[in-house]
């Protein structure tokens, strides 16, 4: 049995009764973006659940339930009301995602837009609804259903954007090069699209929690904190065999791999050529992405971690109040507590002009 942090309602089962508060997803006490994709705070849920009504006397947000009447009592003028009103619920960035020259924001109300590179279409989202998750890659976007179906749009090379069979998916990986990574509530794995490399060889992976996919290669977070990883490893992006078993989330760079530990620093492996594997001083993390020629941390305090030897992406080391990072090819883009973004690194297609992507009421 468990007391709700939103609406103080005894629970026994992960999902809230009262107001369908997911336990699990407490981003408070499962701080790891890997493993619980788009998790959010209790506090932050509080606050947006308080936000959503409103006492049409007084204006006030906070009501208690009388069990005897069923009336909504105003905490702040007293007095009862039948239906409390509904307030419009402001858009809001719930996630972001990169690809190779492109920038995604995932929105409240599970609509999706895009901005950069769009050549083949991958910024084409407007239709999509109902999304509880983005990934981006080279060239091609894609969307996990609160159903958990699959849209995709983009690139298709060697079908690995041909998701419309897919089913009971709870994560999603588009990779920087050719295939793309589908986990599975039952903890397995599907894939798309190109297997030169054998980075598609998962047929024996099991209770995985996390997916990331790279240029040529592919990684797996287990249940048990081991990092699985096969492809192309003629840089050593692969040899995460001597990791032990003490990881939370799991990112692919272009041609590294990254892993973040569960006392909040990091490993890397692979091409090193500039710094992007220089890692071990890092602390205090709770997230991490890798792009091509570079590697960030996003720390406990709301600040970033550069590796690199690009001024362009040394500019991110400046930003404050962020909880959400997401890597490109050549940019990095950061979600605000406030829900504004910022982004850093190389803008000749446009990822970078992200203030097209914040709702309105930031612009």
């Not at 998790?39 to 006397?57: E, F, N």
């Not at 039952?186 to 997916?211: C, E, H, K, M, Y």
């Not at 990883?229 to 840089?235: I, L, Q």
């Not at 940019?331 to 203030?355: I, S």
Request: charged share 20%; proline share 2%; with cysteine.
């Amino acid at each position: 049995m468990w007391n709700c942090p939103v609406c103080d309602r005894t629970n026994d089962t992960p999902l809230c009764t009262g107001c369908g508060f997911d336990a699990s997803r407490d981003y408070g006490r499962f701080p790891t973006f890997g493993v619980v994709p788009d998790a959010v705070s209790a506090s932050g849920l509080r606050r947006k659940r308080s936000a959503l009504v409103i006492c049409p006397d007084c204006g006030g947000d906070a009501f208690s339930l009388e069990r005897n009447t069923g009336l909504a009592r105003c905490r702040v003028c007293g007095r009862p009301h039948g239906a409390v009103s509904a307030a419009p619920a402001k858009k809001t960035i719930t996630a972001i995602a990169c690809g190779d020259a492109h920038t995604v924001a995932l929105y409240s109300d599970g609509t999706v837009r895009a901005v950069g590179k769009n050549n083949c279409g991958q910024c084409n989202t407007g239709a999509w609804k109902d999304i509880v998750s983005i990934s981006a890659g080279y060239e091609n976007t894609l969307g996990l259903r609160a159903d958990g179906t699959v849209v995709a749009v983009g690139n298709n090379f060697k079908g690995k954007s041909m998701v419309h069979t897919l089913s009971g998916i709870r994560a999603i990986s588009a990779s920087n090069s050719g295939h793309t990574l589908f986990l599975r509530e039952d903890g397995t794995v599907a894939s798309l699209g190109d297997n030169d490399d054998d980075q598609r060889n998962l047929d024996d992976w099991r209770s995985i929690i996390a997916v990331s996919a790279g240029s040529g290669f592919s990684l797996g977070l287990k249940r048990n904190g081991t990092v699985l990883a096969v492809g192309r490893n003629d840089d050593g992006r692969c040899d995460t065999q001597s990791w032990q078993k003490q990881f939370t989330a799991v990112s692919a760079g272009n041609w590294h791999a990254l892993a973040l530990t569960r006392r909040g620093t990091a490993v890397a492996t692979g091409y090193n050529e500039s710094q992007q594997c220089d890692v071990s001083d890092w602390k205090d993390l709770i997230g991490l992405c890798g792009g091509k020629y570079f590697s960030a941390g996003l720390r406990s305090d709301g600040t970033v971690c550069i590796t690199s030897n690009e001024v362009a992406y040394q500019i991110a080391e400046g930003w404050t109040d962020i909880t959400a990072i997401a890597a490109g090819d050549e940019h990095l883009v950061g979600l605000r507590a406030d829900g504004a973004l910022v982004a850093a690194g190389f803008n000749k297609e446009g990822p970078c002009d992200v203030d097209r992507l914040m709702p309105e009421q930031l612009r």
